[in-house]
């Protein structure tokens, strides 16, 4: 299979998984503004998960494009990162539902937990078939954002049966850590980009 295939299946399910979540949020039958406060919760749960699959949809894009190649391993942990991403609608609207209540706001740290736990195993998947010093490699470095956000994630889920609001406020934290440019992997491939297509 090539990069590309997998890119536009990632980008496929990535799609549905959106269009699923979306119709969570149901109409209202009423025709003024009250009629939309009681979806509010489940509204925010909403744009909260959008944030999150669109910030994997840009770094997974990214990602393939410093990859020259993939085999079973990155195919297999490409499907593993899917998986939870795929869990994300299920656990936003849990959470919408039940007003952010302990257990579900718990649930869906797991969720974003192992959804990252799986983008670092994708990543280091890449790198171990590309080499140490492939030019992915050299873009992430140390990872420190990643490495940063899981035990953040694990923070959250602990203290969400403490105060579920500290727990969101936590996922909105790593949400906007990864929402600010992250210019490593960008400044690789205009580099190669310039290497192979010079200007004049």
Known sequence: MSKNRLEAFSDGVLAIVITIMVLEM??????????LIPILPIFLSYAMSFIYLGIYWNNHHHMLQMTRKVNGAILWANLHLLFWL??????????????FAQMPASIYGVVLLMAAIAYWI???????????????????????KGKASILLYILAIALAFWSQ???VAIYVIVALIWLVPDRRIERHVHQHQEEHHPAG
Do not use: Y
């Not at 149901?26 to 009629?35: C, G, I, N, T």
């Not at 795929?86 to 007003?99: A, Q, R």
């Open 86 to 99: 795929s869990l994300i609608p299920f656990v936003t609207g849990w959470m919408g539902e039940n007003h």
């Open 122 to 144: 994708l990543q280091n998947a890449i790198i171990a078939c590309e080499g140490s010093e492939s030019r992915l490699a050299k873009a992430v470095g140390q990872d420190v």
């Open 165 to 167: 609001w500290l727990a």
């Open 26 to 35: 149901k109409v209202p039958h009423e025709k003024d503004l009250k009629a």
